[in-house]
């Protein structure tokens, strides 16, 4: 097999929670070896997992494939250790807010001096400049002020955000994107560089639909539950069945008349209100409701196979434990039963990223805090243990 396309890549990964964690786990997953810096008390998820039960499986999920080490970043020792770090590492993460680790004396322009050749990623919710840049960002924030949330939900209802965190992996998977960019050039040129990415800016193309329908409209766009966000395709939407719900899309005229040979209602074809997508849209509710009075006659499954025999895109609403144990996502290796020491027998998802000839990296545990200080510093700086038991004595690591 060949070798995995980050092997030998060194990162200094001091994200924290979500954003920075999964970008360096897509680069632990792709051969990487990270090297998770953290406070003496843990980063924030971890804490949050020692007090939370449900905090713990994400915690594992996002740092598996990692080597932990303690720093104290607001001593002298520790700061240099980071700098001494920093000198033969290919990347370096963070996603605190802007401004943090400048005031700490690590941030980009003290690092590029010591390393022309690093890659420095920076993940915040609003981005390094601009009059929002020192807003506090959460996911949650940040999906009620990209305007995420103002599309989410019923016509009738309230503002939803997404049952996901998708502002927080929206940021992770751009931070991946622009140190990988990075590292291309890197191999031509030699040099490093800063990207950056705003969670807001990675959240905005997913508005593509309802910026269509506020162009159109010169308006705002409406909330529209299950139906299509731009009102510019039908059927699409969520239909009840004897025991759940199924999602169906006619994008094309094709689905829509595979759609009424598979529901009996060929006598359908020729009625104006639904002859064009656009005629339904302007009928969907009469629409909707030839589709449901079939779904509500058969099971989910029992839909979705005569759906799948017919070409209609449908697919039945799984619970999150129903997907859990996907037989089609646990063949192809990106759910795992793995047996975790502090959660047992849990499955756990791999990399999306597939890169063939190669195989997948098998999962290990996230690290104790700490865990592998000693051995990062022994390695990578030649510390002694004497040297190491002086720096624990000042609280430096």
């Known amino acids: 097999m060949s070798e995995l396309p980050l092997a030998g890549i060194t990162v200094i990964d001091l994200g924290q929670v979500y954003q920075g964690p999964y970008a360096t786990f897509l680069m632990a997953k792709a051969g990487a070896d990270i090297i998770k810096v953290e406070p003496l008390g843990g980063e924030p998820a971890r804490v949050r997992a020692e007090v939370s039960a449900g905090a713990t499986l994400p915690f594992e999920m996002l740092n598996a494939n990692k080597r932990s080490i303690t720093l104290n970043l607001k001593t002298d020792h ?114 490093g560089r800063l990207v950056e990415v705003a969670m807001q800016e990675a959240v905005f193309p997913t508005l593509a639909s309802s910026l269509g ?112 144990n996907d037989p089609h996502m646990h063949e192809r290796g990106m759910l795992e039963w793995v047996d975790n020491p502090r959660l047992g027998r849990v499955v756990l998802p791999n990399s999306p990223l597939r890169f063939h000839g190669a195989d997948l990296v098998p999962p290990t545990p996230s690290p104790e805090l700490g865990e592998h200080t000693a051995m990062i510093l022994a390695e990578k700086l030649g510390l002694s243990d004497q040297d190491i038991a002086e720096l624990k004595r000042e609280k430096a690591i």
């Open 78 to 191: 520790g700061r240099q250790l980071l700098l001494d770090l920093v000198r033969d590492a290919d990347v370096l993460v963070e996603n605190f807010a802007p401004g943090v680790m400048d005031r700490l004396g690590v941030g980009w322009e003290k690092l590029r001096q010591i390393n022309p050749r690093l890659v420095y990623g920076s993940g915040s919710g609003y981005g390094l400049s601009g009059p929002d840049r020192d807003n506090l960002a959460m996911d949650v924030t940040i999906q009620a002020v990209s305007g995420v949330m103002s599309v989410t939900g019923l016509p009738d209802g309230e503002p939803l955000r997404a049952g996901p965190a998708i502002a927080d992996f929206l940021g992770g998977i751009h931070l991946y994107a622009g140190i990988m960019t990075a590292l291309v050039q890197r191999g031509r040129t030699g040099k």
């Open 213 to 324: 329908l506020a162009h159109e409209m010169q308006a705002e766009p409406p909330r529209t539950g299950n139906r299509h966000s731009g009102l510019a395709v039908a059927p699409y939407n969520v239909y009840p069945t004897s025991d759940g719900f199924v999602a169906i899309i006619a994008l094309r005229e094709g689905h829509w008349d595979a759609l009424l040979t598979l529901i009996g209602r060929e006598d359908l074809r020729d009625d104006q209100r639904f002859t064009s997508n656009a005629s339904r849209v302007a009928n969907v509710e009469e629409m909707d409701e030839v589709v449901a009075s079939w779904t509500r006659r058969f099971s989910s499954a029992e839909v979705f196979e005569r759906a799948k025999l017919g070409r209609v895109p449908c697919a039945p609403v799984r619970t999150v434990l129903e997907v859990l």
